[in-house]
């Protein structure tokens, strides 16, 4: 298989794993239309309160019924003081989970970064354990 063509799988197995269980449109993706930032891949037509496909702590909206998922390749956010990430997790697929805030607009986001970059992060990061423990 092509590199292309796998990455283009990776990125369609990504969407279904986080963002489509969740989804009023369920595990088809034949919907699927690019997100509104031009670094980001998320599914733009993702509609559900909850999200099914992401661990406790990251998959509940709360007070928070404008909360959206961002999926990117690498960060390509500038995390500051505007868009502040608050947990970091690094789920089960090798993936890291963001959970943020920016503040100056009250929107929270949560960020999937493909791969590890705890590292370049700045936030309490949780474990395995600390999210067995929320509920």
């Given at each position: ?41 998320e599914c733009s037509k993702h509609v559900g309160r909850i999200f099914l496909g992401m661990p406790i702590g990251f ?77």
């Amino acid at each position: 298989m092509k590199k292309s063509l796998r990455i283009i799988e990776n990125l369609k197995n990504i969407i279904e794993e986080y963002q489509c269980p969740g989804c009023v449109c369920g595990c088809d993706i034949s919907c699927y239309k690019k997100g509104y930032d031009d670094d980001s891949i998320e599914c733009s037509k993702h509609v559900g309160r909850i999200f099914l496909g992401m661990p406790i702590g990251f998959n509940r909206l709360g007070m928070c019924k404008e909360t959206k998922i961002h999926i990117f390749e690498k960060p390509s956010w500038e995390y500051g003081m505007f868009n502040i990430p608050v947990w970091k997790f690094l789920d089960k697929n090798g993936n890291t989970l963001l959970r943020g805030l920016c503040p100056r607009t009250n929107y929270p986001w949560i960020h999937i970064l493909i791969g590890n970059h705890l590292d370049k992060i700045d936030c309490l990061e949780i474990t395995q354990k600390d999210i067995d423990g929320m509920d």
